[in-house]
C-alpha cells in the first residue's frame, strides 16, 4: 500500500523530464517530494529498476523490520507511523547499525531489548546446564546398569538363573523347593589334602584350591551341569537340578571324565607331584530350593546326597566309582565300565558299584575324556588363578607361580 503512491510519482517524475521548459517548476516540486525515495534506491532509480535496487539487499544486513501502529492525521492529511525495530538479539541490532541509545527513550523499547537478550542468555545458561546435568544422568545410568550387571552376575553364580528370577519377583524362599524324581550328584575331593595343608602356608592351600576350583568351573560351564557347593576339598555337582534333562547322567559322566583327565596338569605344592582326586557319583531323587535369609545358597538335600558322597569317601585315587543307580541310566551309552562289586557304606547299606573307565568316540576308539575338552580350554582356566608352587617361601604377601606341564 505504502508503494503504490511512490510508483506513480516516479512515472511522473520521468515524465516531466521529458517534457520542454514550462514545466520545469512543477518537475523541481516532483524531485523534492521524491528525494527520499530516491536516496535510498540511488543510481537505480535513474534505470527505473527500482525493484532491483531493494532486492540487492538480499540479506537484509542494513535493513530494518518495524514494528507498530499506523494512524491518519487529518490535520496534516498524512498516515503517521509509530514504529519499534524488531530485534532478535543485540549483536543483530548492532549488525544493522544501531545501538542501544538509538532507541526511543520514551517509551519500553530498550527495556524490550535488553530484557529479551538477558531472558534469552538465562535460557541459554539453563539450557547448558541442563545437557550437562542429563549427560551426568546417562553415566550414572550406564554405571548403574554395569553394577546391576555385576550384581547379577554375582547372584546368578551362588543361585540358578531361574530361581533368582522368581526371588526377584517376590516369591518366599521357601516356595522354590521342588521335588526332582531324578538326578545325577558328582563328589570329588583331594587325596591327603590333610598332608598337604600341613606342608605348605595357608596362602598356598587357598591359591592350590583357587586354581583348582577355577579349572572344575570351567569344566561346569561347558557340560552344563550346576555347581552346587564347596566344602574344603570338596566339590559338588548336579544335573537335572534346577533344569531337567533326561542326559544328567551322560553330563556328569562327561564332567567327571574331563575332571580326572585336567587334575593331572596341576602339581601338589608340597612335594611337586601331580595332585590326586577320587570322584563318586550317584542318581537319585532330591529336594532343591533356596532355604534362609542370611547368605542363601540353592541346595539339595536327600538320601541320594550322602550316598554320592559315600561313593567318593570309598573310591580310589584317580577313579571314578558310580552306582548301579546311575550305571543304568548309562546303559548302552558309549561310555565304558568296569564292575568293581558291591561295597558296604555308612549306615550298613550294600550298594552294587562300578569304574568309570572312559568313553568310545564314533568311531568306537577308547579315550580317557571327551574329546572336545582340548588343552588350550585347560591352559585358559588355570590361567584366570594365581597358583602357589613347591618353591613357595611362605610370603604372605604374594602367591608364587608354579611351572605347568601339560599333556
Not at 36 to 64: P, T, V
Not at 81 to 97: C, D, I, N
Not at 135 to 158: I, P
Request: aromatic share 6%; net charge neutral; charged share 25%.
Amino acid at each position: 500500500m505504502s508503494k503504490e503512491p511512490v510508483k506513480r510519482e516516479r512515472n511522473l517524475h520521468n515524465r516531466v523530464q521529458n517534457s520542454d521548459y514550462e514545466n520545469a517548476n512543477r518537475s523541481a516540486d516532483v524531485d523534492v517530494e521524491l528525494m527520499a525515495f530516491q536516496s535510498i534506491i540511488g543510481d537505480d532509480y535513474k534505470d527505473g529498476n527500482s525493484a532491483n535496487a531493494m532486492e540487492s539487499w538480499g540479506d537484509g544486513s542494513r535493513c530494518l523490520k518495524l514494528k507498530g501502529q499506523m494512524r491518519y492525521m487529518p490535520e496534516w492529511e498524512s498516515i503517521i507511523f509509530l514504529g519499534t525495530p524488531v530485534m532478535e538479539s543485540l549483536s543483530a541490532m548492532f549488525k544493522t547499525g544501531l545501538y542501544i541509545n538509538d532507541l526511543s527513550m520514551h517509551d519500553s523499547s530498550r527495556d524490550l531489548v535488553l530484557a529479551g537478550t538477558q531472558q534469552s542468555e538465562e535460557l541459554k545458561r539453563a539450557l547448558i546446564q541442563e545437557q550437562k546435568k542429563s549427560s551426568k544422568l546417562e553415566e550414572s545410568m550406564k554405571m548403574l546398569d554395569y553394577e546391576m550387571k555385576k550384581t547379577d552376575d554375582l547372584l546368578y553364580r551362588m543361585i540358578p538363573k531361574p530361581v533368582a528370577k522368581r526371588l526377584r519377583k517376590g516369591e518366599p524362599a521357601v516356595n522354590t523347593c521342588e521335588v526332582f524324581p531324578d538326578v545325577t550328584i558328582l563328589f570329588s575331593d583331594v587325596v591327603g589334602f590333610t598332608r598337604i595343608c600341613s606342608h605348605i602356608t595357608p596362602m598356598q592351600v587357598v591359591s592350590m584350591l583357587n586354581t583348582m576350583y577355577t579349572l572344575f568351573d570351567t569344566l561346569s560351564e561347558k557340560h552344563r551341569v550346576f555347581k552346587v557347593e564347596t566344602i574344603g576339598d570338596a566339590y559338588m555337582v548336579v544335573a537335572g537340578a534346577p533344569e531337567k534333562t533326561k542326559y544328567h547322567a551322560h553330563n556328569i559322566c562327561d564332567m567327571a571324565l574331563d575332571m580326572v583327565r585336567s587334575i593331572d596338569h596341576l602339581k601338589d605344592p608340597s612335594n611337586g607331584n601331580n595332585i590326586q582326586i577320587r570322584v563318586g557319583i550317584h542318581s537319585g531323587m532330591v529336594v532343591a530350593g533356596v532355604v534362609g535369609h542370611k547368605m542363601p545358597r540353592y541346595g539339595l538335600h536327600g538320601d541320594t546326597v550322602h550316598t554320592a558322597s559315600a561313593m567318593e569317601s570309598n573310591g580310589k585315587e584317580m577313579h571314578i566309582q558310580l552306582s548301579s543307580a546311575t550305571y543304568e541310566h548309562l546303559k548302552g551309552s558309549h561310555f565304558i565300565f568296569e564292575r568293581r562289586g558291591i561295597i558296604t557304606i555308612k549306615g550298613n547299606v550294600d550298594i552294587e558299584t562300578y569304574w568309570l573307565k572312559g568313553k568310545r568316540d564314533k568311531d568306537g576308539n577308547a579315550q580317557a575324556a571327551c574329546p572336545q575338552f582340548e588343552t588350550q580350554t585347560i591352559s585358559k582356566a588355570i590361567s584366570k588363578a594365581t597358583i602357589s608352587g613347591p618353591e613357595a617361601t611362605g610370603d604372605e604377601e604374594g602367591l608364587v607361580k608354579i611351572q605347568l606341564r601339560h599333556a
